[in-house]
Nanobody, 115 residues
Framework: QVQLAESGGGLVQAGESLRLSCEAS????????MGWHRQAPGKQRELVAS???????NYLDSVKGRFTISRDNAKNTLYLQMDSLKPGDTAVYYC?????????WGQGTQVTVAS
C-alpha cells in the first residue's frame, strides 16, 4: 500500500509558476506509473501528466511546453513544475500512483490562478 501526500499548491497570478510535490510513504522505484490529475469545479477529473518507472512521460495537450513532470526515486517524491500558469489551470491537483494493478490517490492540493 502507498500513501501519497501532495504539497505546493496556492494562489498565484497568471504567468507565474508553482511546483507541486507528492511524497510517497514508501519507495517509488517499483511503482509502475505516477501522475498528476486535476479537477476543476463542475468538471471531470483529467490526467495532466504521467511518468512511468522507465521515465516515459505523457502530457495533456493544453499543458505541453508549460508543465514538467519528474520523479526523484531517492526522495520518494513526484514533482510537477508548472510555468506560465493560466486561469484555466485552476483546479484541485491530485497525485496518483499505480502499482501492480492497484491505484492510490493523494488528498489533493488546490491551485488557483488569478487573472
Amino acid at each position: 500500500q502507498v500513501q501519497l501526500a501532495e504539497s505546493g499548491g496556492g494562489l498565484v497570478q497568471a504567468g507565474e509558476s508553482l511546483r507541486l510535490s507528492c511524497e510517497a510513504s514508501k519507495s517509488i522505484e517499483s511503482i509502475d506509473v505516477m501522475g498528476w490529475h486535476r479537477q476543476a469545479p463542475g468538471k471531470q477529473r483529467e490526467l495532466v501528466a504521467s511518468i512511468t518507472s522507465t521515465g516515459r512521460k505523457n502530457y495533456l495537450d493544453s499543458v505541453k511546453g508549460r508543465f514538467t513532470i519528474s520523479r526523484d526515486n531517492a526522495k520518494n517524491t513526484l514533482y510537477l513544475q508548472m510555468d506560465s500558469l493560466k486561469p484555466g489551470d485552476t483546479a484541485v491537483y491530485y497525485c496518483r500512483a499505480v502499482e501492480r494493478g492497484y491505484i492510490y490517490w493523494g488528498q489533493g492540493t488546490q491551485v488557483t490562478v488569478a487573472s
